[in-house]
């Protein structure tokens, strides 16, 4: 397992805090309340761990296949159902909505490999993640990459607690699947749009790895 580099500065400041905040408390209380400041040391390591483990990047054996879209992030299917997309295709799509928790890996990756045909960022609200409106209304970033005929949408969505979309593609870019596409902070939720005809291989509530989960196949 290794940190993933967006969670560098936050780790940085957490570490820096904490451990003033534990330098204040022991100074201050000194040994006449030694159970408290070591309370207070052992809420602070644990919750150190726990800002240490949103950016973790677990080993593991990606799927690298042609003819399959995986995963583009851990987490769990909340959404699969045909939709009307306004923002690219302008046509009827197959979306698949995973929502990712805040104990999931948030490193976002390329569901197939191919070209970067679209790249926008919009501003928006920050909904709650399983709102069905989020996927149109909250702060969002949208790719659009194409392999031959198959284009596929991937739509990063901020909610109530992610607020920091992170998005490495550029138009034109050349990817690989299973490559890091990008990283949402603290959770939150990936749209899939696919075209209608493409076949599901995942089901609602089925729980999925980034990279390594096949969705649909074509």
């Known amino acids: 397992m290794t940190i993933h580099r967006e969670g560098y500065k936050t780790i940085a400041l957490a570490m820096l805090v904490l451990g003033v905040l534990n330098l204040l408390i022991f100074w201050l209380l000194g040994a006449s309340m030694l159970w408290l400041s070591t309370t207070v040391?052992?809420?602070?390591?644990?919750?150190?761990?726990?800002?240490?483990?949103?950016?973790?990047?677990?080993?593991?054996?990606?799927?690298?296949?042609?003819?399959?879209?995986?995963?583009?992030?851990?987490?769990?299917?909340?959404?699969?159902?045909?939709?009307?997309?306004?923002?690219?295709?302008?046509?009827?799509?197959?979306?698949?909505?995973?929502?990712?928790?805040?104990?999931?890996?948030?490193?976002?990756?390329?569901?197939?490999?191919?070209?970067?045909?679209?790249?926008?960022?919009?501003?928006?609200?920050?909904?709650?993640?399983?709102?069905?409106?989020?996927?149109?209304?909250?702060e969002r970033h949208s790719v659009v990459i194409r392999q031959g005929r198959m284009e596929v949408l991937v739509k990063q969505i901020a909610g109530a607690v992610a607020k920091r979309i992170v998005n490495y593609l550029h138009v034109g870019d050349t990817v690989r699947q299973g490559e890091e596409l990008g990283f949402i902070k603290f959770g939150s939720r990936v749209d899939l749009l696919l075209p209608p005809g493409t076949k599901v291989e995942v089901s609602l509530n089925q729980v999925v790895k980034g990279g390594v989960t096949v969705i649909a196949t074509y």
């Open 41 to 138: 040391l052992i809420i602070s390591i644990l919750f150190f761990l726990f800002i240490v483990s949103f950016f973790r990047i677990p080993a593991r054996t990606l799927t690298i296949r042609d003819g399959a879209i995986v995963s583009p992030c851990d987490g769990k299917v909340v959404v699969i159902e045909e939709t009307h997309d306004v923002e690219y295709f302008k046509d009827k799509r197959l979306q698949v909505s995973i929502f990712m928790s805040p104990a999931n890996v948030h490193v976002n990756r390329n569901p197939l490999s191919g070209e970067v045909l679209y790249n926008q960022y919009h501003k928006g609200k920050y909904l709650v993640a399983w709102d069905p409106k989020s996927s149109t209304e909250n």
